[in-house]
């Protein structure tokens, strides 16, 4: 007969992945909740506790999961958050060996990660500069989204094909701005490109910037 001990053991094991997934799909319920708030009643008007009793959950969840509404906030233009082809593109990322195929990825994922958080990244550009708490959040936003392009800078370097007059820094620079939600809106909101010419300029230039040869 298993030790006691031994069966709890074996139930805490069992039931982690099934507690990870409840947790996930209360986080992808609060997002979608959230946006659908954000668009609808404003971010101002938008409290944690409407988030909350949305979801059904309690206000304590929501704040646990994401600290606070500008966390949410971060959250719904965060690749990593969602649930959808956002978040299968970045474990294909993660996934593939070959350099030009990652930054290909990486153009498809800016693609489709704006075009799914239009509303929320124009509250984030245009607030910005007179809310301070949206203010903090997209320096959030940047400041995550700078660190993903060091990662795939670090990954060029390792497979020695960045750019020998690029150091890394320069090289995730140099990711970080093409990719901004900036150029997206420069040439797909005001400029009227087709999402699919975007990604297809992104992929070359990209490549064509931080690539050797």
């Known amino acids: ?5 031994n069966r709890a053991t074996t139930t805490r094991s069992y039931n982690s992945p099934a507690r990870q997934q409840q947790a996930e799909q209360t986080r992808a ?8 708030l954000f668009r609808s009643a404003g971010y101002a008007a938008t409290t944690m506790e409407a988030i909350a009793s949305s979801a059904q959950v309690s206000a304590k ?7 606070s509404k500008r966390g949410v906030l971060a959250a719904l233009v965060d690749p990593l958050a969602s649930a959808g ?12 060996a070959d350099p ?19 509303p929320e ?14 203010a903090d959040a997209a320096r959030q936003v940047d400041s995550r989204r700078r660190a993903n392009q060091a990662r795939i800078v670090a990954f060029l370097a390792q497979q020695r094909v960045l750019r020998g007059d690029l150091d890394p820094d320069r090289a995730a620079d140099i ?14 909101a005001e400029r009227h490109w087709p999402a699919d010419q975007y990604q297809d300029w992104l992929t070359v230039t990209l490549a064509a910037s931080v690539l050797e040869g």
């Open 1 to 5: 007969m298993p030790h006691p001990r």
């Open 29 to 36: 319920r609060i997002l979608a909740v959230a946006r659908e």
């Open 61 to 67: 969840t929501v704040e646990a999961a994401f600290g």
């Open 85 to 96: 082809p956002p978040r299968h593109l970045v474990d294909r990322i993660r996934a593939v």
């Open 100 to 118: 030009r195929d990652r930054l290909r990825l990486v153009a498809e994922l800016t693609r489709y990660a704006y075009e799914a958080s239009v």
């Open 121 to 134: 990244h124009e509250l984030m550009r245009s607030a910005a500069a007179i809310a301070p708490e949206i």
């Open 175 to 188: 990711i970080w701005a093409l990719t901004s939600y900036d150029v997206y809106r420069a040439l797909v």
